[in-house]
């Protein structure tokens, strides 16, 4: 069956980095869309960053551009994020989520938290 399993999460100083990763199992990885989203107590989800199938094109939230870098591993079956001079603003409940490029349905991970605090 379909798995996104993310790890790394944890807590972390201001101005720390923190890599995420998230493994993909039970689809066709290469193919998918791959993104981050977060949620924060009492904020709706937003979207952190996605990286294409094919060509790996990244975009990212204004947030968090030049900040974080979103990049996958097709041998790896593996998405990641690596987030670097992390702000309190970051603390969140990050979720990975997998789409086709038709954009028809979609797989979500369970969730890893990043907490940012001295």
């Known amino acids: 069956q379909v798995q996104l399993v993310e790890s790394g999460g944890g807590l972390v100083q201001p101005g720390g980095s923190l890599r995420l990763s998230c493994a993909a199992s039970?689809?066709?990885?290469?193919?998918?869309?791959m993104r981050w989203y977060r949620q924060a107590p009492g904020k709706e989800r937003e979207l952190v960053a996605q990286?294409?199938?094919?060509?790996?094109?990244?975009t990212y939230a204004d947030s968090v551009k030049g900040r974080f870098t979103i990049s996958r591993d097709n041998a790896e079956n593996t998405a990641y994020l690596q987030m670097n001079n992390v702000t309190a603003d970051d603390t969140a409940v990050y979720y990975c989520?997998?789409?086709?490029?038709?954009?028809?349905?979609?797989?979500w991970g369970q969730g890893t938290q990043v907490t940012v605090s001295s």
């Open positions: 989520h997998a789409m086709p490029p038709s954009r028809e349905y979609a797989y």
């Open positions: 039970g689809f066709t990885f290469s193919d998918y869309f």
């Open positions: 990286i294409t199938s094919i060509d790996a094109v990244t």
